[in-house]
Structures are given as structure tokens and as C-alpha cells.
Antibody, heavy 121, light 109 residues
Framework: EVQLVESGGGLVKPGGSLRLSCAAS????????IHWVRQAPGKGLQWVSSFSTSAYIFYADSVRGRFTISRDNAKNSLYLQMNSLRAEDTAVYYC???????????????WGQGTLVTVSS | DIVLTQSPGTLSLSPGERATLSCRASQSVTSSYLAWYQQKPGQPPRLLIY???NRATGIPDRFTGSGSGTDFTLTISRLEPDDFAVYYCQQYVNSPPWTFGQGTKVEVK
């Protein structure tokens, strides 16, 4: 069974930092693109960052230069280092796995339960 | 960037009725790389449809996706109590940013 479990969320002051983790199991982690998608309270879904199997990394404009995505295939884990946090970064952050077929890297087939990040003074 | 516009914002229907949700893209979605997700309160999204018209594993056949180019539709043939939720479309063409529509809420009338 595919499982994605996020951790590391919490309350942080504006300008602060936080590191999110996503622990994966039930599939060959190194064979799939993994992504972060967020959802502000009461709002829609927003793609944040992706780490492909070929080590291509992508960021949304709103987080580029502040967030850093990384993965450790030996530990089956994905990370998101978030610096210079702003109030507008407040959201539930989901880890999601891409599809298996060519072209489906950014099809979010499996999702974790999410971890809440609150940026407030 | 590909902007996805969903309509209506809210759909008020009764169980057993048919629901038709629209997703319009600001430019053509190549290879029909268009997906639909269902989200219930307090839960992560669940993939329903990929490739515009393919049901994901375990999705009942009352959910049908259709469309191509810039116009896509999700149809729920007969609403069941479990189907009242928010639905999002998403394009996953091979270049960033990968975007979602703003969502359509299907609520009980």
C-alpha cells in the first residue's frame, strides 16, 4: 500500500524557517517524481515544488529563492526547507507522488494527509 | 501559464441528480493532460480522472470525464450522498507551473 506521511509543520513567525518531511513507503521511491502541493485555509490547491526522478527541480514563482526541495532515496524521504516565511505561506502542505507512465510525472496519484504550516506573529 | 477556470463555483443538487462540472483552460492542454480530483473536508484530494477521460483505480463508473483542447467536463451521472464534495481540475502538461482550477463545490440542495 502506498503511503506518504508528512511531518514538520507548526507555528512560525514571519521571516522564520521550517523544514517539512515526507516519508514514503509501499513503492520504489527512486522511480517516481515527488511533489509538494499546498492549500491555504478555505482555499484551493496550489503546486509548490517538484523533484523528478532525473533530479530536475521545479518551484512555483511564489516560493522560488525561499524554499528548497530535496530528496533522499536511501531514506525514501522528501523534504522542503522553507525560509523567509510569510503569512501567505500559511497552508496545509501535501506531499504527492506522480504517476508511473511517461508524461504522468505531474499527475498526483497519491497524496499524504498533509501538515499544517501557520505563519503568524 | 495555463489558467484553469471552473464553473459553476457551487452546484446545488439532490441525490440521484446529474452533475455537470466545467473546466476551461486559457490555452490548449496538450495530449489531454487534464485530471479531476475530489476533496472532502479535512481530507487530501483523491484522483478521479486522468488523461481527460480515464477513471483512476477504484473510481465508480458514474464519474465520466470528457473534453479536449481547452474545454473539459466532469459528469457525475447520479449523485450519491458520498459525492458531495469539492472538485478540482488540474493540468499536468510537461512544463511548469502545474495549475489547478479554483474548484466547484457540489452541495446538497
Amino acid at each position: 500500500e502506498v503511503q506518504l506521511v508528512e511531518s514538520g509543520g507548526g507555528l512560525v513567525k514571519p521571516g522564520g524557517s521550517l523544514r517539512l518531511s515526507c516519508a514514503a513507503s509501499g513503492f520504489t521511491f527512486s522511480s517516481y517524481s515527488i511533489h509538494w502541493v499546498r492549500q491555504a485555509p478555505g482555499k484551493g490547491l496550489q503546486w509548490v515544488s517538484s523533484f523528478s526522478t532525473s533530479a530536475y527541480i521545479f518551484y512555483a514563482d511564489s516560493v522560488r529563492g525561499r524554499f528548497t526541495i530535496s530528496r533522499d532515496n536511501a531514506k525514501n524521504s522528501l523534504y522542503l526547507q522553507m525560509n523567509s516565511l510569510r503569512a501567505e505561506d500559511t497552508a496545509v502542505y501535501y506531499c504527492a507522488r506522480g504517476g508511473a507512465k511517461y508524461g504522468d510525472d505531474h499527475l498526483y496519484v497519491y497524496w499524504g494527509q498533509g501538515t499544517l504550516v501557520t505563519v503568524s506573529s | 501559464d495555463i489558467v484553469l477556470t471552473q464553473s459553476p463555483g457551487t452546484l446545488s443538487l439532490s441525490p440521484g441528480e446529474r452533475a455537470t462540472l466545467s473546466c476551461r483552460a486559457s490555452q490548449s492542454v496538450t495530449s489531454s493532460y487534464l485530471a479531476w480530483y475530489q476533496q472532502k473536508p479535512g481530507q487530501p484530494p483523491r484522483l478521479l480522472i486522468y488523461g481527460a477521460s480515464n477513471r483512476a483505480t477504484g473510481i465508480p463508473d458514474r464519474f465520466t470525464g470528457s473534453g479536449s483542447g481547452t474545454d473539459f467536463t466532469l459528469t457525475i451521472s447520479r449523485l450519491e450522498p458520498d459525492d458531495f464534495a469539492v472538485y478540482y481540475c488540474q493540468q499536468y502538461v510537461n512544463s511548469p507551473p502545474w495549475t489547478f482550477g479554483q474548484g466547484t463545490k457540489v452541495e446538497v440542495k
